[in-house]
């Protein structure tokens, strides 16, 4: 005859549902959990005109619902609908929402803004034509 000890059971059982502990303070400040691999997100930063940038820009905010930001404030109550956001300045309470463009919008810009680079690159570039002399090497292998 085994005797079955009832209270180990219940230890393990209860160690299984607990969660999974982390220390404060190292987890990245600015991670968004829960993306949609579709779109690329980013935080930006409410200050006057920012936002509207960025939204005339073709980026969306988003909202609890959609993303998980980690930001857990114990006063403030948080509607499933409310917008999604971490404080990054805890002096001044300066909040930065999350906001997101499709990837094909975003591929697109970074084609633009890569064109735009290049552009100014060529400048620095002497015109030996004009009897400018020296040289500029500009390494675009990503080595630092």
């Not at 209860?14 to 980013?42: C, I, M, Q, W």
Request: overall charge negative; aromatic content about 8%; some cysteine.
């Amino acid at each position: 005859m085994t005797r079955r000890n009832a209270s180990a059971d219940n230890v393990n059982e209860a160690a299984s549902a607990r969660p999974v502990r982390r220390p404060v303070g190292t987890s990245a400040k600015l991670v968004v959990h829960g993306k949609d691999p579709n779109f690329e997100y980013r935080f930006v930063n409410d200050q006057p005109g920012r936002v509207a940038m960025f939204k005339q820009a073709g980026w969306q905010l988003c909202t609890n619902g959609e993303v998980d930001t980690g930001t857990f404030r114990a006063e403030e109550a948080s509607e499933l609908g409310s917008l999604a956001y971490s404080i990054v300045d805890g002096g001044t309470g300066m909040k930065a929402y999350v906001m997101k463009i499709h990837k094909d919008e975003y591929e697109e810009i970074q084609k633009y803004l890569e064109r735009e680079n290049t552009a100014s690159e060529e400048t620095l570039r002497p015109n030996t034509a004009d009897g400018e002399y020296g040289s500029v090497k500009i390494d675009r292998s990503g080595r630092t």
